[in-house]
T-cell receptor, first 114, second 115 residues
Framework: DGGITQSPKYLFRKEGQNVTLSCEQN?????MYWYRQDPGQGLRLIYY???????QKGDIAEGYSVSREKKESFPLTVTSAQKNPTAFYLC?????????????FGPGTRLTVL | AQTVTQSQPEMSVQEAETVTLSCTYD???????LFWYKQPPSRQMILVIR??????QNATENRFSVNFQKAAKSFSLKISDSQLGDTAMYFC????????????FGEGTQLTVNP
């Protein structure tokens, strides 16, 4: 089955630790995205990548880092510099830059900082 | 920068009735695309319906339809014959042609369908 997978589903981190969230897609999509979801604030864009080995900051990139070494994978690292990392994180992908195409979403990762 | 506003944080409707969710947006661009996504309790985001701004005809997908008013920058979602499975958070989203495939989301409306 084609789709987007995110792991783990739940993640707990101690303050001061970096943690990496996984996002993998087998849809052969060019572009991938990371969103953060907080109650009452909708989805906010963290980073996105239109092509392998290239990525751009979104609206709330501070305290986060990404890499795009393979087309299928777009991992997100939440660093200790992120002041309030507890949130629900969603990964998405889209076939290409065509504006009509919908974004396909993964099931999400709930990150909790203890 | 584009903004998307959903002014109804929560709504409820009785099963089999009709409900309309509101969305307004702000943009200076002429060509763009609008989407409604649904996020049920599982938290999986699912596309409900989409509209291209250059099309005057309102999009329809089974029980879901939109009222797209370009001049007013309004994009409301109508759900007919509401079902219990429609209970979810609904997000309105905007994408301009110049932003590639980036989406800007509204804050969401939590819809509860009551039996």
């Amino acid at each position: 089955d084609g789709g987007i997978t995110q792991s783990p589903k739940y993640l707990f981190r101690k303050e001061g630790q970096n943690v990496t969230l996984s996002c993998e897609q087998n849809l052969n999509h060019d572009a991938m995205y990371w969103y953060r979801q907080d109650p009452g604030q909708g989805l906010r864009l963290i980073y996105y990548s239109q092509i392998v080995n290239d990525f751009q900051k979104g609206d709330i990139a501070e305290g986060y880092s990404v890499s795009r070494e393979k087309k299928e994978s777009f991992p997100l690292t939440v660093t200790s510099a992120q002041k309030n990392p507890t949130a629900f994180y969603l990964c998405a992908s889209v076939p290409d830059r065509s504006s009509y195409n919908e974004q396909f979403f993964g099931p999400g990762t709930r990150l909790t900082v203890l | 920068a584009q903004t998307v506003t959903q002014s109804q944080p929560e709504m409820s409707v009785q099963e089999a009735e009709t409900v309309t969710l509101s969305c307004t947006y702000d943009t200076s661009e002429n060509n763009y695309y609008l989407f409604w996504y649904k996020q049920p309790p599982s938290r999986q985001m699912i596309l409900v319906i989409r509209q291209e701004a250059y099309k005057q005809q309102n999009a329809t997908e089974n029980r879901f339809s939109v009222n797209f008013q370009k001049a007013a920058k309004s994009f409301s979602l109508k759900i007919s014959d509401s079902q219990l499975g429609d209970t979810a958070m609904y997000f309105c989203a905007f994408r301009s042609e110049t932003s590639g495939s980036r989406l800007t989301f509204g804050e969401g409306t939590q819809l509860t369908v009551n039996p």
